[in-house]
C-alpha cells in the first residue's frame, strides 16, 4: 500500500510538470503560456515568472519525489528505527540557507521588474489617456486638440445620451473637444499614461500581452502608464468583480501605427 | 488543582434530559461533534454548490434538473442566470472557509480533544462553549436564510469588496437583503469565534493536569492553542469591519464608500469613504485565517504521522517554533492579496518579503515531516494516507505561492484561476487532508466504532488521485490568464480553453462522488462498526487512556498525572514499542 502511494505520487509529480514545460495541455493544441509579450516592461515580469518557474518546479519535483521515496522505503518496516544523517539541525540549516537564499533573491530580483512598472514615473510626453470603468463597459477619454481633459460631474452622468463620463461642454470649455470612445487606440512604441477612474464600484484593467493588470478603485485616482510594441487587436477586460456582468466586461486595445492612430483619432473627433 | 487520583473531582455532573445532554449541552465531546456535524452539512452544501458552478462554466445553456426549484429567479428552466452564479461562488466561498475550514479543524477536533489531551474533564468555560457553537449555528442559518430572499444570495464573492457590497440593492440583484444577512451572518460568526478562542487559550493555560508542561502538550494541542491566538486577533478586526459594513448598508454611513459614485443611474448619498479600508480590515483578518485553517491540520497530521511512523518528529520543538512563526508572520503579510489594488506601490514590496519568508518556516516543517519519515517503521491506514496526503498537497500548494508572492508576478497572475487553484491546494485540500485524517484516526474513539479501513483507503485514493486532477489544471489555465468569478467564458481567449475546463468539471463530479463513500463509511460505522479498544492505534497521548467512547467527565473525576513528552514510541516498554504519557513506568532505550 505504501508502495502503491509512492507510484502514485511519483506519477501526479511528472504528469503536473508536463503541461508546464510542454505549455499545451496533454495532446492537445490548447496554449496554456503567457500570450507573447507586447510591452516594453513585460520581459523583466517573463523573466522573473521563469526564473520561479524553475525554483517552483525543481522544489516541487524534488519534494514530491523524497516524499514517495520514503514511503516506499518505511512502509511497514521491520527492524529499528533509524534517524535521519544530520537530524532536524542538518535540516534546518539546510531550510534556513537554501530557501532563506531563494527567497531573498526572488525578492531582490523582483523588485526591478515591479519598479518598471510603478516606480518610474510616466514621461511627460506620454500620450494622456482616461479610462473609465462602470458596470459594465470600460469607455476612455482623450483630452483633443488643447490637451486638457474637462472636469466630471458624476451627477451629468446620462449614458442614454452618451454622456459616460459625466462632462458639462455647456460651461466647461476643456470638455468640449474630448474625444470619447469605446476602445482604447494608442500608437505603437509610444508611451501611453493611462489614468483610471471608477464609476460606481470597482473594476480592473487586465490585458495580458501588455502585463498590465490595475484595479480601478472608486474614489482613488490612479494611473499605470505602458509602451505597446506590437500592432494589434487584443482583449481588455476586467478581472474584479463588480457584479452580474463581470464575466462581459470588456474592450478592445487596439495598437496602431502612428499614422494610424493619428487618422482614427482624427475621425474619432469628428464624430464627437 | 488536586495532586492525584485520590482526590476525584466533578466539576458537573452528568445531564439527563435529551435536550440538556445533546442540544444544549456544555460537554465539550458534544460540541465537538456538533462542530463536526454542521461542518459536514456545510461542507456537503458547499461542494454542491460548487458542482452546479462547474456543470455551468462548461455546459452554460444545459437546463440543471431541479435547480428551478432551488430558485425560480436565479435559475428560470434549471439555467442558471450570471448573477445566480456569482451568488452559489460567494455562498460557496463564504460556507467553506468560515464554516467549513475554521469549523472543522480547529472548532471540531479542537473542542473535543484538547480538553482530553491536556488531562482536563472539560474547557475552562462550558457555558461560553455551548454559546459559540449555537452562535455559530446561528450564524450559518442566517447565512442560508439569504438563498431564499426575494432578489437572491449576495454575488460580492467571500470577500464582499466595497463598494459592491456596501451601496445596496443598487449595484445588483442579491445586493439587497442577500448581502446584509451575509454581513450580519459573518458579525455573528466573529462573536462566537471569538468567544471560542478564548475558552481555548484559557483551558490550555488553565487546566493543565499534573505534570503536563507545555513541552508535554501534543502538537495538535498546541495546534490548537496557536490557532486560538491567532483567531482572537483575526475575528477581532472581521468583527467591526463586518458592522461597518452593516451600518454603510442600513445607516448611510460612509466608511467604505467615496463620494460622487454613479450606480445603476443614481448618485449615491454617501461621501468621504474608503474602498481600501475595506480591504485592509478583510485581510489583516483573511490571510491569518488561512493559518486558523492549515495550523489545526499540521496539528492533525503532525500527531496521525508520529503514530503511524511509530517516532517522535526529528524535533518536536522546531515544529511548534514553525507553527508560531507562522502565526506571528501571519499577521504582517495581509497587503499581498492587495498588490494591484491600488496602495502604495511600495507597500507591496514591504508585503512581499514576509510572504516570501512564510516559506521558511513552512518549509522546515515540510523537512522535519519527511525527514522524520526517513528510516521509520510507517504504518498504512486510511489516516496515515491521508496525513502523507497533506504532506502532497501542502507542497503543491505551497510552491505556487512563490509566485504569488512577488509583486511583479502578481501583475500578470493576479484574478486568474492560479490564484484559484493556489488556496483551494494549500487551504482547501490540504486543510480537509487533515480533517479526514483526524477523522479516521479520532473516529473509534469518538464514537466506540472502528470506520471501515478498505472504504477509507478507496476514499484516499479516489480524492487524492481527484483533487489533483481538480487543482493542477486551474495552474496551467492562470498561466493562459484565464480570468477567475466569471460566469461564462465568451472571451476570444477563454473560449479555446473551455476543454480543460470541461476535463476539470469531470473530475470535480467524480472526486465529489466519492465523498459519498466517506459519509457512508461514516454513518455505516456509527451503527455497524466493530467495538473500538481504548487504544486501537497504540498511541501515547492521553484521549487513548479512556475507553472508547470516553465517559462523560473524561478521566472518571480523576486527574491523570503525565509523566512523559507527548511522543515515547521507538522505546521498549511493557506495553510494546510505545509509552503512554500516563505511564509512571521507564523507557528502556
Redesign the interface.
Known amino acids: 500500500m505504501g508502495k502503491l502511494f509512492a507510484v502514485i505520487v511519483t506519477v501526479i509529480a511528472l504528469l503536473s510538470a508536463i503541461p508546464i514545460v510542454t505549455h499545451r495541455w496533454y495532446g492537445s493544441g490548447i496554449s496554456l503560456a503567457p500570450p507573447e509579450d507586447i510591452s516594453t516592461h513585460g520581459h523583466a515580469i517573463d523573466e522573473q515568472l521563469s526564473e520561479t518557474m524553475m525554483e517552483a518546479g525543481l522544489s516541487f519535483l524534488a519534494a514530491q519525489l523524497v516524499l514517495a521515496f520514503f514511503v516506499w522505503k518505511s512502509a511497514e518496516r521491520k527492524g529499528e528505527i533509524k534517524t535521519f544523517p544530520g537530524g532536524a539541525k542538518g535540516l534546518v540549516i539546510a531550510a534556513l540557507v537554501l530557501v532563506g537564499t531563494e527567497m531573498l533573491a526572488l525578492g531582490v530580483l523582483g523588485q526591478k521588474a515591479w519598479a518598471n512598472v510603478y516606480f518610474k514615473p510616466a514621461a511627460p510626453d506620454a500620450l494622456q489617456v482616461q479610462a473609465q470603468a462602470g458596470q459594465f463597459a470600460f469607455y476612455f477619454r482623450y483630452p483633443g486638440a488643447d490637451g486638457k481633459f474637462g472636469a466630471l460631474h458624476p451627477d451629468k452622468i446620462d449614458e442614454g445620451n452618451s454622456n459616460f463620463f459625466g462632462l458639462d461642454p455647456a460651461n466647461d470649455v476643456d470638455s468640449r473637444d474630448d474625444i470619447v470612445t469605446g476602445e482604447l487606440a494608442i500608437p505603437v512604441n509610444r508611451e501611453v499614461h493611462l489614468l483610471m477612474h471608477a464609476k460606481d464600484v470597482g473594476h480592473s484593467f487586465y490585458v495580458r500581452e501588455l502585463r498590465i493588470q490595475q484595479d480601478f478603485v472608486p474614489g482613488l485616482d490612479l494611473s499605470v502608464h505602458f509602451t505597446a510594441t506590437k500592432v494589434g487587436r487584443y482583449e481588455i477586460v476586467c478581472t474584479q468583480l463588480c457584479g452580474l456582468g463581470h464575466y462581459n466586461m470588456k474592450a478592445y486595445l487596439n495598437v496602431l501605427s502612428q499614422p494610424d492612430f493619428d487618422a482614427w483619432l482624427k475621425q474619432k473627433a469628428s464624430e464627437q | 488543582m488536586s495532586d492525584g487520583p485520590a482526590h476525584a473531582v466533578q466539576h458537573h455532573t452528568p445531564p439527563t434530559g435529551f435536550i440538556r445532554k445533546y442540544v444544549f449541552s456544555l460537554d465539550h465531546k458534544v460540541i465537538g461533534l456538533q462542530y463536526y456535524g454542521l461542518a459536514l452539512v456545510a461542507v456537503f452544501i458547499g461542494m454542491a454548490l460548487s458542482w452546479l458552478m462547474r456543470i455551468h462554466l462548461v455546459w452554460p445553456n444545459a437546463p440543471i434538473p431541479g435547480l428551478q426549484l432551488l430558485s425560480k429567479t436565479g435559475a428560470p428552466g434549471g439555467v442558471m442566470?450570471?448573477?445566480y452564479y456569482?451568488s452559489l461562488l460567494t455562498m460557496h466561498g463564504t460556507l467553506m472557509v468560515f464554516f467549513v475550514l475554521t469549523n472543522a479543524p480547529f472548532a471540531a477536533f479542537g473542542n473535543y480533544f484538547l480538553p482530553i489531551q491536556i488531562g482536563a474533564e472539560d474547557m475552562a468555560f462550558p457555558r461560553f462553549n455551548m454559546m459559540s457553537f449555537w452562535t455559530t449555528f446561528l450564524a450559518f442559518c442566517i447565512l442560508v436564510l439569504a438563498f431564499f430572499v426575494p432578489d437572491g444570495p449576495p454575488?460580492?464573492?467571500w470577500t464582499a469588496?466595497a463598494?459592491?457590497s456596501a451601496?445596496g440593492s443598487d449595484?445588483?440583484?442579491g445586493?439587497g437583503l442577500g448581502q446584509t444577512l451575509w454581513g450580519l451572518s459573518i458579525f455573528v460568526f466573529c462573536i462566537a469565534s471569538l468567544l471560542g478562542s478564548l475558552n481555548f487559550i484559557a483551558t490550555t493555560l488553565d487546566l493543565r493536569t499534573k505534570g503536563m508542561t507545555l513541552s508535554r502538550m501534543p502538537i495538535s494541542t498546541w495546534a490548537w492553542f496557536i490557532t486560538s491566538c491567532i483567531s482572537l486577533l483575526a475575528f477581532a478586526v472581521l468583527l467591526p469591519a463586518c458592522l461597518l459594513l452593516i451600518l454603510d448598508r442600513l445607516a448611510g454611513t460612509s466608511f467604505f464608500?467615496?463620494?460622487?459614485?454613479?450606480?445603476?443611474?443614481h448618485?449615491q448619498p454617501h461621501s468621504g469613504?474608503?474602498?481600501?479600508l475595506w480591504q485592509h480590515l478583510f485581510w489583516f483578518f483573511g490571510h491569518p485565517e488561512v493559518y486558523i485553517a492549515i495550523l489545526p491540520a499540521m496539528g492533525i497530521v503532525s500527531h496521525v504521522l508520529i503514530n503511524s511512523?511509530?517516532?517522535p518528529?526529528?524535533?518536536h520543538k522546531?515544529i511548534i517554533y514553525c507553527m508560531m512563526g507562522i502565526g506571528f508572520l501571519s499577521y504582517m503579510v495581509w497587503g499581498h492579496h492587495m498588490f494591484?489594488?491600488?496602495m502604495n506601490?511600495f507597500s507591496?514590496?514591504v508585503f512581499?518579503?514576509p510572504t516570501?519568508?512564510i516559506?521558511?518556516p513552512a518549509?522546515?516543517m515540510?523537512?522535519?515531516w519527511?525527514?522524520?519519515?526517513?528510516?521509520?517503521?510507517?504504518?498504512?491506514t486510511a489516516a496515515s494516507?491521508f496525513a502523507?496526503g497533506f504532506?502532497?498537497m501542502f507542497?503543491?500548494g505551497g510552491?505556487?505561492g512563490?509566485?504569488l508572492?512577488?509583486?511583479?508576478?502578481d501583475?500578470?497572475l493576479?484574478?486568474?484561476y492560479f490564484v484559484v487553484g493556489h488556496f483551494h491546494m494549500v487551504m482547501g485540500v490540504a486543510a480537509i487532508f487533515g480533517v479526514f485524517a483526524g477523522t479516521y484516526f479520532w473516529f473509534p474513539k469518538m464514537t466506540g466504532h472502528m470506520m471501515n479501513q478498505s472504504l477509507g483507503?478507496l476514499h484516499f485514493?479516489l480524492t487524492?488521485?481527484g483533487t489533483?486532477c481538480i487543482f493542477?489544471?486551474f495552474h496551467?489555465?492562470g498561466?493562459?490568464?484565464n480570468?477567475?468569478?466569471?460566469?461564462?467564458?465568451?472571451?476570444?481567449?477563454l473560449v479555446?480553453?473551455i476543454?480543460?475546463h470541461r476535463f476539470i468539471t469531470i473530475a470535480a463530479l467524480l472526486t465529489g462522488a466519492a465523498q459519498l463513500i466517506f459519509l457512508y463509511n461514516l454513518i455505516h460505522s456509527r451503527f455497524r462498526g466493530a467495538p473500538a479498544p481504548a487504544n486501537p492505534w497504540e498511541c501515547t497521548s492521553l484521549e487513548w487512556t479512556m475507553p472508547s467512547p470516553p465517559p462523560f467527565d473524561n478521566f472518571g473525576g480523576k486527574h491523570p498525572v503525565v509523566y512523559h513528552d507527548p511522543y515515547q514510541y521507538?522505546v521498549k516498554s511493557s506495553t510494546g514499542d510505545y509509552l503512554m504519557q500516563d505511564s509512571p513506568e521507564q523507557a528502556g532505550a
Not at chain 2, 464608500?257 to 443611474?265: E, H, T
Not at chain 2, 508572492?405 to 508576478?409: F, N, R, T
Open positions: 442566470t450570471p448573477e456569482l454575488i460580492a464573492g469588496y463598494p459592491l451601496v449595484a445588483g440583484p445586493e464608500i467615496p463620494a460622487g459614485l454613479v450606480v445603476s443611474d448618485l469613504g474608503s474602498p481600501l511512523m511509530r517516532r518528529l526529528l524535533s522546531v494591484v489594488s491600488g506601490p507591496s514590496l512581499s518579503f516570501l519568508m516559506t521558511i518549509t522546515i515540510t523537512l522535519i519527511m525527514g522524520s519519515l526517513y528510516g521509520s517503521k510507517l504504518r498504512i494516507l502523507l504532506l502532497s507542497v503543491s510552491v505556487s512563490f509566485f508572492a512577488q509583486p511583479s508576478i501583475i500578470y493576479h484574478a486568474t483507503r485514493w487524492f488521485i489533483y493542477m489544471p496551467y489555465l498561466l493562459a490568464g480570468v477567475r468569478r466569471y460566469s461564462a467564458f465568451v472571451d476570444d481567449f479555446p480553453l476543454p480543460v521507538g
